[in-house]
Structures are given as C-alpha cells and as structure tokens.
C-alpha cells in the first residue's frame, strides 16, 4: 500500500529511492522487498518534511542561521540548533501531510489483532552515503502508543536533522545544506531479548573473511552508553563457524515496561552474565543473514538486528537496519566516523542505534 507522496509502505510497490525515503528508510525497502525479516512499517518520505518546511515558512530561516556558523563555535552551534529545533517543533503540520500519515498508522495497525508500540525513526537524506556515516546525529524515538504521540514524534524527528551534533558533523565534512531532508520510518517495535549489530567484515584490521557480531540483553542503550560491555563473537565468514569469543559483563538490561508503557532498566543475575547472551543457533542465523544482507548490496555491511521475544525461535530474528561500513571499506581512518565507544572496537557505526533510549528517546 502507497499514500502518494507523503506515504511509502515498506511492503509497497514502489522502490526505494533514497532521495525520498533516505539512508534507512530506503534500507529498510530495499530489505524488505528482498524478502528478509524486517518489522512491517511505513516511511514517511521527504516530501512530507519539505511540504512542512514550505508551509512553516521558515526555509530562509535555516539557511540564514546556518551561513558562516563555524563548526568549532560549540556555544552558536548549540544555539542555532536550539533555534532550529524549536521553529520545527512549534509549527503545525500541513491538515493533507498530517491526514496521510495518521490514514498510514491506522492502516499498519490494522495487521494486528491488538494495537501494537511502534518505533519511530529519523532517515536524513545525507546519511549512510559511500563516504560519510551519519549513525548516532539524528534522533529515534520507542515504544510510542497512540496516533497523537506518534505524529508528535515525527516532527520531532524532523528537528533533529538540526541536533548540534548533526550540524557540526555536516560543517566538518562539508556536506551542504541546500537539498538536505528527511522521512522518518514509522514501524512496529520489536520486544528484544537480545539486540546487537553485525559487521560483515572484521572492524578492527579489515578482514572480510570475517563477520563481527555484538551482542547483549534486551534493547541497546546501556551498551552504547558505555554501562555494559556487550559479547563480541567473531564468525568466519565461509564456514559460519565461531573462531572467537568474548563474553561481555552485560550487568544490566533495558525491557519493556508494559505497566507504564515505557522502558525499565534491570540487574542481570550474575549467572546470565557469565555466558553468551545469543546461542551458537543464533550466531550462525546472523551471520547468515549478514551475509544476504552484503550479497543484496554488494558491499560489506553494518547491520542492526534484534531477537523479538514475542516470536518462536527461527522466526524471532529481525533486521532493523542494513548500512554500509564506511570505515574500512571506503579506505578511511577510523576517526573519520567519529569517535570510538570505549566499549567496543567498532567506534560510532557499532551499536544498535535504532534501540537506543534515553527517556523513551534514542539516538539514531
């Protein structure tokens, strides 16, 4: 199903075209019409950002706060960004934009027997490009319930395509302004058990007869704040066999709340601590559908997966996003991403981003 233009289900017709749909949104198209698990959902495509910005009347406004800043002047970068954000959130939304998207929601809400959290998800035009990774500048937001909060979740998706982070990141490399968009990926939330990524190749020396896997409890946002050291599983790529292991502390784990429809942290006993937090089974399952993952496009791949709970085993793993590694594979340093999580060896692109929650908010 397709609400032209505003509207692109993930299962839909149509094929991803990145300047509608964005790095992830056109990631989760492209997966999805290739046949491999992703949550169903719907991108809200850059058309319904640019007609919003059109009605608000503020795209002179962006541009004008965004001339000659200076990406070393952190104090006017936060203070435009504040800015920014501000003008976006405080706008309504066009009565068509808004119309199409809620027609969506309640169309995707209707594959279920019961109504079911969603995730939403920030997908900038300029992200996941061969040679700049935008992982960890714009914002997603989990486990949001009911047409009203999800729509309010949009806009603030939107805004931040102006996080200061964001901003500094495209002034240092030189990644203009003009053109630049977003849609924003609206799908169902998925109940991890486990979350982690995958590298199709090994981040730390190149290798790509190697995949990299990373893994712990429940969502991801402990590990990508540096408060649990997840498992770090290395596969061969040819045999699928494990030829490393490291088994992380994992002292704690983020779960759904379902009581006050949010997130709560808890202790890890220490028995689940000590061993892998994914089975042998498991492993070879994501690193098999790593694999796909590289074949479909054709270069190694940083993927984002996660065990839904709610699912029986051999059916429970999904994909929540496919980009490609640029560090390696493009030849740069690996300061170029940005800076390194201490807790792993993958810097920026490593975490789960899309399970990261910070109050209900992640960043994505």
């Not at 200076?70 to 706008?91: C, G, T, Y």
């Not at 790529?237 to 502390?249: A, Q």
């Not at 220490?270 to 994914?278: C, H, N, Q, T, W």
């Not at 800076?339 to 908010?361: H, W």
Request: with cysteine; charged share 20%.
């Amino acid at each position: 199903m397709n609400i032209a233009p505003y509207i692109q289900f993930f299962d839909g017709a149509d094929q991803p075209r990145h300047d509608l749909l964005g790095g992830k949104c056109a990631s989760l198209v492209a997966l999805t019409q290739a046949g491999m698990p992703v949550p169903p959902g719907f991108a809200i495509t850059t058309a319904s950002y640019d007609a919003f910005i059109a009605a608000a009347g503020i795209e002179q406004d962006i541009h004008a706060l965004l001339a000659n800043l200076d990406a070393d002047d952190v104090a006017e970068v936060d203070r435009v960004s504040a800015q920014l954000r501000f003008e976006i959130e405080s706008r309504p939304v066009p009565a068509d934009v808004r119309a199409d998207f809620v027609a969506a929601y309640h169309s995707l809400q209707a594959r279920f027997s019961e109504p079911v959290p969603v995730a939403v998800r920030s997908s900038a035009t300029a992200e996941d490009l061969p040679d700049a990774s935008f992982a960890g500048q714009q914002d997603t937001y989990l486990w949001l319930n009911g047409v009203d909060d999800v729509t309010e979740h949009i806009r603030r998706c939107w805004a931040s395509l102006f996080t200061s982070r964001a901003i500094t990141y495209r002034l240092k490399n030189n990644i203009p302004n003009e053109g630049l968009s977003m849609a924003v990926a609206v799908q169902k939330m998925v109940n991890a058990r486990a979350a982690g990524v995958a590298i199709t190749m090994d981040p730390t020396t190149g290798d790509r007869s190697k995949i990299v896997v990373e893994a712990s409890y429940g969502l991801g946002e402990l590990v990508v704040s540096g408060l649990v050291t997840p498992d770090n599983v290395t596969v061969d790529k040819i045999m699928l066999m494990v030829v490393k292991r490291v088994i992380g502390d994992k002292h704690a784990e983020l779960v759904p709340d379902p009581a006050n429809t949010g997130l709560v942290e808890l202790e890890v006993s220490v028995a689940r601590r000590a061993v892998l937090s994914i089975s042998e089974t498991e492993i070879t399952a994501i690193a098999t559908i790593a694999k796909k993952a590289e074949k479909h496009f054709k270069c190694p791949q940083d993927i984002e997966w996660a065990l839904d709970r709610d699912l029986p085993d051999g059916q429970n793993l999904l994909l929540l996003q496919s980009r490609p590694e640029t560090v390696h594979s493009s030849g740069t340093k690996a300061d170029a991403a940005g800076p390194a999580d201490s807790s792993t060896g993958f810097g920026i692109e490593s975490i789960t981003r899309s399970l990261l929650v910070q109050a209900g908010k992640a960043t994505d």
